[in-house]
């Protein structure tokens, strides 16, 4: 059952007070909250076992290491992998990179990349930069008005010199989720392999690799209740094996001389040069438990109910402008007529509600929807009907003059 009391006592952060009100958190696609499970798991660690892993040679260090392989079983469940698919990361930007640098031997003049005018600059710089040293070339899968992927030329547009295409999973500005198995269907049968940034997706609905057939998918764990520093790239293991590892260092070589000879482990280990944020991916699995305890489905259903929920109510609001109202998940973008996406989240911020404001990191949306900076509210498990109509009402009595009085 959901128990949304139940959801919230476990989220400390929510009774505390943002500019003298009670917080409401509405930033979740930048980051979310913690349960207390992690936050207690974050201090176990740190104050009983703060040793490496996978270093040391005493019963500490073996106890830790054990834990932190349980996390890599924990994951690949969770999205129905095997746990030597899945590699460590700092978050969702790193395992792009990796995917992006470490494919590059593959890329050859003139052949294209293939994304789309909604993706997050960590999907698209990588590959902006692996195009330009190999004489790529960046396409973008056609959008239809609303801006999303347009599936009537499917084929045309997965032509026979796209080697790789790479997609946000779930817009983190529009919230759609894209269509990707039909994608990755079309794309296999021509050899192409398909990367997906998952970083919106893996938190917010049930994901089965296996399903959708992807060949690379990344995400950071701090958007799915875990601390910051940790995130997960999942490779079928036919394609980690093919690529190459751009961190190199201890914990990730087999062997190597003083000629400059070295061998790297089999992977995932290859990739996972250096000491990792340890006590953060232990308690990526305590986060796992947490969002699995409460179920993925049901998750998706009250952030969507709640986006329903807030859309009904500005709708009809003449000076608000909603630019998803189809969106498919818990993120709304919107503006409100004559004032800056900036100045209405700093008055939101004095009424205690966090919303983002911007462009959120995808900077050739307006290719989509026509301006650079909206407002965003982004709902997640621990939000209520009650905060939504908090915002509802500060919404309704949002003034230019209120905002320039802030400053004043
Ligand atoms: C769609 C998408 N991709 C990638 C990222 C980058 O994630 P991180 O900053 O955790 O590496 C984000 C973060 O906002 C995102 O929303």
């Not at 005018?117 to 609303?146: C, G």
Request: proline share 2%; glycine share 6%; hydrophobic share 40%.
């Amino acid at each position: 059952m959901f128990d949304l009391d139940r959801i919230r006592e476990n989220f400390p952060i929510l009774k505390t007070k943002m500019s003298g009100q009670p917080l409401i958190y509405f930033d979740n696609a930048a980051t979310t909250l913690k349960p207390l499970n992690v936050i207690r798991e974050v201090e176990r660690i740190l104050s009983t076992q703060s040793v490496n892993i996978h270093r040391g040679d005493y019963q500490l260090s073996y106890d830790i290491s054990n834990q932190y392989e349980e996390v890599r079983k924990s994951v690949a469940k969770f999205i129905n992998a095997q746990s030597d698919e899945i590699v460590f990361t700092s978050g969702a930007t790193e395992s792009l990179n990796y995917v992006a640098y470490g494919l590059e031997h593959l890329i050859e003049e003139g052949d294209v990349i293939l994304t789309t005018h909604t993706d997050h600059a960590s999907n698209l710089l990588p590959w902006f930069e692996v195009a330009k040293r190999k004489n790529a070339t960046i396409e973008y899968f056609e959008l239809t008005p609303e801006g999303r992927i347009d599936l009537t030329n499917l084929n045309q547009q997965i032509h026979n010199k796209v080697k790789v295409i790479t997609l946000v999973h779930v817009s983190n500005v529009l919230g759609y989720v894209n269509p990707v198995e039909e994608i990755i269907e079309l794309a296999h049968q021509k050899d192409i392999c398909v990367v997906l940034d998952g970083a919106q997706s893996v938190a917010h609905l049930s994901i089965d690799v296996k399903k959708i057939d992807v060949d690379f998918l990344a995400w950071s764990g701090h958007k799915m209740c875990s601390p910051t520093g940790v995130g997960v790239l999942y490779g079928k293991k036919t394609w980690l094996d093919k690529l190459r590892s751009i961190k190199l260092g201890g914990g990730a070589n087999a062997v190597f001389d003083e000629n400059g000879n070295y061998e790297l482990k089999s992977s995932p280990s290859r990739f996972e040069a250096g000491t990792p944020a340890i006590e953060s991916t232990i308690a990526l699995k305590a986060a796992i438990e947490f969002l699995s305890g409460v179920g993925m489905d049901q998750i998706h259903a009250h952030e969507t109910m709640l986006k329903d929920y807030f859309l009904s109510k500005i709708q009809h609001f003449n000076h608000i402008k909603v630019y998803n109202l189809s969106t498919d998940t818990g993120i709304v973008i919107f503006n409100i007529d004559g004032i800056f996406a900036q100045d209405a989240a700093a008055y939101l911020s004095s009424k205690g509600i966090a919303v983002r404001a911007g462009n959120h990191c995808a900077k050739l949306i307006h290719h989509v929807i026509g301006v650079t900076e909206t407002l965003r509210a982004s709902f997640y498990l621990y939000n209520t009907i009650r905060e939504v109509d908090v915002l509802v009402e500060v919404l309704k009595e949002i003034t230019l003059e209120k905002c320039v009085d802030l400053y004043i």
